[in-house]
Nanobody, 124 residues
Framework: QEQLVESGGGSVQAGGSLRLSCTAS????????LGWFRQFPGKEREGVAS????????FYADSVKGRFTISRDNDKNTIYLQMNSLRPEDTAMYYC?????????????????WGRGTQVTVSS
């Protein structure tokens, strides 16, 4: 049984918006750090945004601050990533993740669970 299931990726023109969703199992969601990472072709995954589902504190990578917003819906065990003002350089595979440390670094190390990923493509 998949514990993290992403949806919402797709193709959009530069300046457009997309919203990603990640629905988690109750075990993965409750009082845990969840977030989004992305991976460019040939590159390692990097942190985008994270949220602690208990009290809602959030962290963002500098590259997305002011453009992306992470949020949660505790009734649905779901987190979201609203992506506005998208740029071609945001094109990547986006992964939902859980179990890592919620801090400004949004580090890949320590991620215990991954979703399968959803592709985001931004054309110029």
């Amino acid at each position: 049984q998949e514990q993290l299931v992403e949806s919402g990726g797709g193709s959009v023109q530069a300046g457009g918006s997309l919203r990603l969703s990640c629905t988690a199992s109750r075990d993965a969601y409750t009082n845990n750090c969840l977030g989004w990472f992305r991976q460019f072709p040939g590159k390692e995954r990097e942190g985008v945004a994270s949220i602690y589902t208990g009290h809602g504190v959030t962290f963002y990578a500098d590259s997305v601050k002011g453009r992306f917003t992470i949020s949660r819906d505790n009734d649905k065990n779901t987190i979201y990533l609203q992506m506005n003002s998208l740029r071609p350089e945001d094109t990547a595979m986006y992964y939902c993740a859980a179990d890592f440390l919620c801090d400004p670094e949004i580090a890949v190390a320590g991620v215990g669970r991954w979703g399968r990923g959803t592709q985001v493509t931004v054309s110029s």
